[in-house]
């Protein structure tokens, strides 16, 4: 902060204070502002916009409290102290309910005075630095995403289109050996692209485009879909799903695809992390706002240490028996469309004999 | 099965025309193509082929979307079947796979998704081409 001086507008109808603060602030580096009440005090925020504003809290006129409410709806990173004059601890504490930073009981030193300040100041800028830090990581994810969707994901789109014109045939005969190594190195882009996909509906997935985007959805219907689509997954894996009857359910207000996704991706880790002969039951219930649906397996289970974390992006528990874990972005993408849509989701385990997710979604 | 039809391939990425190019030739199609929208509208106008091939994502951003609005005010190119092929759903209205948001948004018959397998590929341009 070297270059500029940071500004403090002193608002205080007590002109020996004024004068005070201004010596005591100048002398310390700072641009100081004077001014003696409250409305002219609102207009040099607009004007200069300043980093911090010592406000007196007791002057004639507009009162100190209807000064702070106002300038921090002009300028919500705005740092402002009160000088009480009568070190009352009601009118602080209310202002600091209101937004100031801190306040400062008269009278005080110079030196409390500039410790009080240099704090604002620091305060300040850490706002100003977070929010800017925030844009930027939202710049960034913006950009990264269009970028992933484009220069990411076109070659590998290739690669598997050549793939694919290889060992349909359409460039000719090859070995089985070589349509072996083929297969694999499929499978690899295969899961690549799978990851990049997850990856994207991850940053995809946001509140607002849920909630515009809300229906009926009936439990019944939804899983329906489901169970055809994760049925032969199942039945490879010797898994029996077990889909209690749905249809009283009353429907819940969400977006059907986003819902597939979501309870797929349960189901889908249910089946990977049983047991040859396991089975995944489904049930449900209906509450007073919400529709609570139970995905509850017979599988390998999570300890419990790792439990808190298996909603984080690219954690992974435990290898399943048998079979490449994923790039752990299921339960992150799970959570997420939940999230967006106002419900909950919760994992209760008993490492050795199974999970059970409970997913409360509100009722249309 | 009628052979020898002709498909156009408009997509701006050399190496996914060159493979759809393998399989069309494979299933005995005539296959011509341009990398950008331009000269693709303009071998559109002069050689009007049975089916357009017509990426999403072109240039500085989704021109194919702007190509097919172009080319069906075109008398001629009213009733051509196309199939639009895209790599990325999210930025072009599409939401979820299949599932087209704005259906009135894009004049477009059918779509595909890179990569695309040659068995689906083949048997959505059979079944537009049947259908013109």
Not at chain 1, 70 to 90: A, R, S
Not at chain 1, 115 to 124: A, K, L, N
Not at chain 1, 265 to 293: Q, W
Not at chain 2, 106 to 119: F, G, N, S, T, Y
Request: proline share 5%; glycine share 6%.
């Amino acid at each position: 902060m070297s270059e500029k001086k940071p500004a403090v507008l002193v608002i205080d109808d007590d002109e020996a204070i004024r004068d005070s603060c201004s010596q005591v602030l100048q002398k310390s580096g700072f641009a100081v502002t004077l001014s003696s009440d409250g409305n002219e005090g609102l207009e040099k925020t607009m004007a200069m916009k300043p980093d911090l504003v010592l406000l007196d809290l007791k002057m004639p006129g507009i009162g100190g409290m209807e000064v702070l409410e106002k300038m921090l709806q002009l300028d919500d990173q705005i740092v402002v102290i009160v000088i009480t004059g009568y070190p009352t601890i009601e009118s602080a504490v209310e202002a600091i309910k209101k937004g100031a930073y801190d306040f400062l009981p008269k009278p005080f030193t110079g030196e409390e005075l500039r410790v009080v300040v240099r704090r604002g100041i620091e305060r300040r800028n850490l706002v100003i630095e977070s929010n800017q830090l925030r844009r930027e990581k939202e710049r960034l994810e913006k950009n990264f995403i269009s970028m992933v969707s484009h220069q990411l994901r076109s070659p590998l789109a290739n690669v598997q289109q050549y793939f694919e014109v290889i060992l349909q045939g359409f460039a000719g005969d090859m070995t089985p050996k070589q349509r072996e190594i083929l297969e694999k190195q499929q499978r690899n882009v295969t899961e690549l692209l799978k990851l990049i996909e997850d990856w994207l509906s991850m940053a995809r997935i946001d509140r607002e485009v849920v909630q515009k985007r809300l229906q009926s959805v009936s439990p019944a219907e939804l899983f329906e879909g489901i169970r055809e689509a994760l049925e032969p997954m199942a039945a490879k894996d010797n898994v029996q799903l077990k889909f209690a009857s749905l249809k009283a359910l009353p429907c819940a207000s969400a977006v059907p695809e986003l819902m597939k996704e979501a309870f797929s991706n349960l189901i889908h880790n249910a089946v990977k992390y049983n047991r040859p002969g396991g089975e995944v039951s489904v049930t449900g219930r209906a509450g007073d706002d919400f529709v609570e649906i139970e995905i509850a397996d017979t599988g390998i289970g999570i300890e419990e240490a790792a439990l808190p974390r298996i909603f984080d992006e690219f954690f992974r528990p435990q290898e399943a028996p048998g079979e490449k874990t994923g790039f752990g972005l299921g339960l992150a993408i799970t959570r997420k469309i939940i999230d967006a849509h106002s419900g909950s989701i919760h994992a209760s385990s008993t490492p050795g004999r199974g999970t059970t997710f409970t997913v409360l979604l509100p009722k249309a | 099965m009628e052979k020898n039809r002709n498909i156009l391939v408009v997509d701006d990425d050399p190496d996914f025309v060159d493979a759809i190019r393998i399989i069309l030739e494979g299933a005995s199609y005539s296959v011509d193509f341009a990398y950008d929208s331009k000269s693709g509208y303009e071998k559109l106008m002069s050689n009007t082929p049975d089916l357009l091939l017509l990426d999403v994502m072109m240039g500085r951003g989704a021109e194919g979307i702007i190509f097919a609005r172009k080319m069906r005010k075109e008398e001629k190119l009213k009733k051509l079947p196309v199939l639009m092929i895209t790599s990325i759903r999210e930025q072009t209205g599409f939401f979820f796979p299949g599932q087209v948001e704005h259906p009135h948004f894009l004049p477009v018959d059918e779509l595909v998704e890179k990569p695309v397998e040659a068995k689906t590929l083949l048997k959505k341009i059979e079944a537009l081409l049947v259908k013109a």
